[in-house]
T-cell receptor, first 107, second 106 residues
Framework: GIQVEQSPPDLILQEGANSTLRCNFSDSVNNLQWFHQNPWGQLINLFYIPSGTKQNGRLSATTVATERYSLLYISSSQTTDSGVYFCAVAVNYQLIWGAGTKLIIKP | NAGVTQTPKFQVLKTGQSMTLQCAQDMNHNSMYWYRQDPGMGLRLIYYSASEGTTDKGEVPNGYNVSRLNKREFSLRLESAAPSQTSVYFC?????FGPGTRLTVT
């Protein structure tokens, strides 16, 4: 089946820094989503992005479907950005999840 | 709109007991999903329902059953709980998730 790999697995940054998270997938997909799971366990959908670039405030995402990867950019990090960032690819009706990138933003 | 709601939020079971996790959505979405998340890991799909009246197995269906009661509701049942089923369970519809149920089986 399709494989989803995220890197880096862990990232520790100072408040105000920028970061780039990567998601590689092994086959063609219908869609790709980025999620943030906050330290309390809540999962928030950040982007639906099968291809191209989207921006929402300090966050933006780019998916290059032909090369089977997606990038999530976080600019001017805040402590509230801490948590785990997951990418998940849609294959038919199912989402296949990466293992996540754990991000810690230090004040 | 409440989005996706789940009950209960926490549950402790003894090995062999049964229980049903309830999920409801008010977004009029056709597809609904049940996932489990073990500590430090991503989510794994247990079952999903592409539309009312249909259910299909996901990656880890063993030990679980589901019912798509109507378009709004999708329940997950553990018939005979095992310690390996200790996890956090999330219900979802498309990209929207419920708050999760933290289940411990002793």
């Amino acid at each position: 089946g399709i494989q989803v790999e995220q890197s880096p697995p862990d990232l520790i940054l100072q408040e105000g820094a920028n970061s780039t998270l990567r998601c590689n997938f092994s086959d063609s997909v219908n869609n790709l989503q980025w999620f943030h799971q906050n330290p309390w366990g809540q999962l928030i959908n950040l982007f639906y992005i099968p291809s191209g670039t989207k921006q929402n405030g300090r966050l933006s995402a780019t998916t290059v479907a032909t090369e089977r990867y997606s990038l999530l950019y976080i600019s001017s990090s805040q402590t509230t950005d801490s948590g785990v960032y997951f990418c998940a690819v849609a294959v038919n009706y199912q989402l296949i999840w990466g293992a996540g990138t754990k991000l810690i933003i230090k004040p | 709109n409440a989005g996706v709601t789940q009950t209960p939020k926490f549950q402790v079971l003894k090995t062999g007991q049964s229980m049903t996790l309830q999920c409801a959505q008010d977004m009029n979405h056709n597809s609904m999903y049940w996932y489990r998340q073990d500590p430090g890991m991503g989510l794994r799909l247990i079952y999903y329902s592409a539309s009312e009246g249909t259910t299909d197995k996901g990656e880890v269906p063993n030990g679980y059953n589901v019912s798509r009661l109507n378009k709004r509701e999708f329940s997950l049942r553990l018939e005979s709980a095992a310690p390996s089923q200790t996890s956090v369970y999330f219900c979802a519809t498309r990209g929207d998730f419920g708050p999760g149920t933290r289940l411990t089986v002793t």
